[in-house]
């Protein structure tokens, strides 16, 4: 007898097609965390927040109700479905630049409040869905289409560090940063995914997942290549692990 | 849709319309059963197929999991 071992999850549209570019982390990212609401069995309790980026298709994948919110302002948009709507399961997919250039002050001050909502970011160094621009996330002699001889720190400043920086409010109860580079690291994710929405259900404050994704396509290297460049660049100024995390005591 | 039956082994369904071609799946198969495909599907990209005569695939759907396009729909054990 032939037993099932992997199928499509359900919560993603049966005749979803993926369209980002081949070889793109994103659709790695959609499809494990519809992997963890299946396996938790709360698809029906979930609103996801979409965002302004490659991942603008959302509602194209998954089979779930979906606000989309203006560019940056996923965490605020989150925060009021939320507030209406208390008993759900509310997250946010959100690029870097969305979580952390234009809509750094809507996700800092969600996080501070400690809203009951997860943030999912993507961290791909740059912007995707525009053509490759520097992000805040941007690495220090990274070529991008606005840093063509790499971020310099005298003119570009310093990349942001989310986890890093998340993980100093108050009212952030589970912060981690992890990575799909390998598929020990995407079975980590997918661990990680599945504490920020427990962490969430009980009630414990805002958790920010954190994802090293690849663009190869902007980044100009192949699928393969742009996993050593996350190992090898990305690994050392964004290190990997739990950042935060409440036990239900200190809540 | 390429299919492979095996006996008590493993046996990977692949949506070639879905497959980008990036040979992710490729490099993760601990039994280096994926390989790229000689023809081409409807988008114009070389695609994957299982090459698995001698039913070595032990379903172990490592290549499904690291598959950015949820292309590898479904992996029997
Ligand atoms: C108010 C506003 N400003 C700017 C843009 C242009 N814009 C679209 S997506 C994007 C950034 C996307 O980068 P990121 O959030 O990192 O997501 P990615 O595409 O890399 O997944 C920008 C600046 C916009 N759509 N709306
Ligand atoms: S531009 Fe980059 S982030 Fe966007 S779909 Fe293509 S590879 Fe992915
Ligand atoms: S990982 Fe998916 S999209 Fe990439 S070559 Fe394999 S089946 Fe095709």
């Known amino acids: 007898m032939e037993t099932l071992v992997f199928q499509k999850p359900k919560s993603i549209h049966k005749d979803c097609k993926v369209t980002f570019c081949p070889g793109c982390d994103h659709g790695v990212a959609i499809r494990i965390i519809a992997e963890v609401l299946d396996e938790m069995n709360i698809a029906d309790k979930t609103i996801v927040v979409s965002s302004i980026g490659c991942s603008v298709f959302l509602n194209d994948y998954y089979n779930l109700d979906i606000v989309e919110a203006p560019h940056g302002r996923a965490m605020a948009v989150a925060t009021g479905v939320k507030r209406a709507k208390p008993d759900k399961l509310v997250f946010t997919y959100q690029g870097d630049g969305d979580f952390a250039s234009i809509g750094l002050g809507e996700s800092m001050h969600a996080i501070s409040r400690g809203e009951k909502v997860t943030a999912i970011c993507i961290n791909n160094t740059n912007y995707g869905m525009t053509g490759g621009q520097m992000a805040p996330t941007t690495i220090l002699g990274q070529k991008t289409t606005t840093t063509v001889n790499g971020r310099d720190a005298e003119v570009q400043g310093y990349p942001i560090k989310i986890c890093e920086m998340a993980s100093t409010c108050e009212g952030a109860a589970f912060v981690a940063r992890c990575s799909l580079d390998s598929s020990k690291e995407i079975e980590n994710t997918k661990r990680m995914i599945r504490k920020a929405f427990e962490s969430q259900l009980a009630g414990q404050g805002a958790s920010v997942i954190e994802i090293l994704s690849t663009c190869p396509t902007n980044w100009k290297l192949s699928p393969q290549e742009s996993h050593e460049r996350i190992r090898k660049e990305l690994y050392p100024v964004f290190p990997l692990g739990i950042y935060k995390e409440k036990t239900s005591k200190q809540v | ?77």
């Open chain 2, 1 to 77: 849709m390429l299919l492979k039956k095996g006996i008590d082994m493993g046996r990977v369904v692949i949506d070639s319309e879905k497959c980008k071609g990036c040979l992710l799946c490729v490099d993760v198969c601990p039994k280096k059963i994926l390989k790229k495909s000689e023809t081409f599907n409807a988008k114009g990209i070389y695609t994957v197929y299982a090459d698995d005569k001698n039913n070595e695939c032990i379903g172990c759907a490592l290549c499904a999991k690291r598959c950015p396009d949820i292309a590898i729909t479904e992996v029997y054990r």
